[in-house]
């Protein structure tokens, strides 16, 4: 007989099922053939222990699970073993959720990680952009005073340039006649001697 706590449910003394050795004994006795009232005392026990329990010990019976359900199943309604499958694939299902919840923080975690290593990377590249740009736009200022101050005296030396060849020019035209008058001083003083 399985040993568990005595309970006083309605004036008798009933085992209960308290750990998942006592189910596992529980149900390997009952799959070795008993009698009726022997049925009905292990049906009373089953009844009297706390479902929650029994669920629980279920869970944890990973080998002995087939004759745990084949003897609820031989002893007890077929509500009880299905209700304890469903439970069991609850379990199941909630133990698959929470493995890929734990894959799916991970790799939230790791892309995380990735996006502020990148995030850090782009704000040193604004830093740095930032930081290039102003002696970039002194540089740019700088050159642009002195592209003007060329254009001026570009100009300048463009004026003083159109200034010297009309002087150079009204210099040629001054030679050329300053010539015709030598030419004809030198014809006339070539004549009166």
Known sequence: MIKGTNKL???FTMKTIETKEQLIQWAQEINRGLTTKQKCDYQDIFAHSAMDDIKRFFIESNGERNIILCSIFNT???D????LLKHWAKVKAQNILDKE???VNAESINKLKILAVKENELTIGINT???CKKPIYKRLASMTRELKVLRDKAEVTFENNCELTKENRDLRH???AAQEKGFKYDTIKALLQ
């Open 80 to 83: 009880t073993v299905e209700m």
């Open 101 to 103: 919840m734990e894959y």
């Open 129 to 131: 952009f930032e930081a």
């Open 76 to 78: 007890m309604a077929y």
């Open 174 to 176: 001054a030679l050329k």
């Open 9 to 11: 449910i309605g004036g």
